[in-house]
């Protein structure tokens, strides 16, 4: 019997690394994608645990490398998860952005979406599968910040999850999403001038009264890509603590 695979892209750290860990532990054979040799730490960490890890190189800006991650994960397991999870943003005045910085940041986090769902679908078609793509709280509001294309690219995420699932449905693809609020890690920190902000945000602004960890989302998506959402497609499941009540 082959066994389960997952490929998650962004893979090496913060949000990604804690979905590839938590799938892994569940059983997967976790295929964690990402720029260059960035992965190998993390795959040593988790097959030092005992855990089914693999690295793969992929740039989710090349469909060609997304098929070939995708190939990767099929010579040693059979896809049944994929987790386009890759992607950037930066805080820059609308006024301010550049052609190429626009295009730079849809290329990951729009069109490397597109065809990490294209790649995992072609070979998902004949037995059924699911996708779960990284959108954010930003696909229904905007940023507090001046982030209008990133705020822009999750909101396409979010239809794009939603329209991909009904074409997807009838072979047996599901397709979900999650939508994280403000999670505290490496990326988010680096992105803010005063990274204290992110405390000050939590205690006024989220219900729940704490930013979101890393394996809160990792749980969501777990959820989604189980047998226990079986019956869940084209959902974008919100985990952020209450910020949208």
Request: proline letters at 4%; a negative charge; aromatic letters at 4%.
């Amino acid at each position: 019997m082959t066994a389960p695979g997952a490929l998650v892209t962004g893979g090496a750290r913060g949000i990604g690394r804690a979905i590839a860990e938590r799938l892994a532990r569940r059983g997967d054979v976790v295929f964690i994608g990402d720029l260059g040799s960035t992965a190998a730490a993390t795959v040593a960490e988790l097959c030092a645990e005992g855990l089914a890890a693999h690295g793969v190189e992929l740039d989710v800006r090349d469909p060609g490398s997304l098929a070939a991650a995708v190939a990767a994960v099929e010579e040693a397991a059979a896809l049944t998860t994929m987790v386009n999870n890759a992607g950037v943003g930066w805080i820059r005045p609308l006024v301010e952005v550049t052609p190429q910085q626009f295009d730079d940041l849809m290329s990951i986090n729009l069109r490397g979406v597109f065809f990490g769902i294209q790649a995992a679908a072609r070979v998902m078609a004949d037995r059924g599968g699911c996708i779960v793509n990284t959108a954010s709280t930003s696909a229904f509001t905007a940023s507090t910040t001046p982030m209008v294309p990133y705020d822009t690219s999750k909101g396409a995420v979010r239809m794009l999850t939603i329209a991909a699932a009904r074409e997807l449905a009838p072979l047996g693809i599901r397709v979900n999403a999650v939508a994280p609020g403000t999670v505290d890690t490496a990326l988010t920190r680096s992105v803010l001038d005063d990274p204290g902000v992110l405390e000050r945000q939590a205690a006024e602004r989220i219900p729940l009264g704490r930013l979101g960890k890393v394996t809160d989302i990792a749980a969501a998506v777990d959820f989604l890509s189980s047998e226990a959402a079986s019956y869940v497609t084209g959902h974008v499941l919100v985990v952020d603590g209450g910020w949208l009540t």
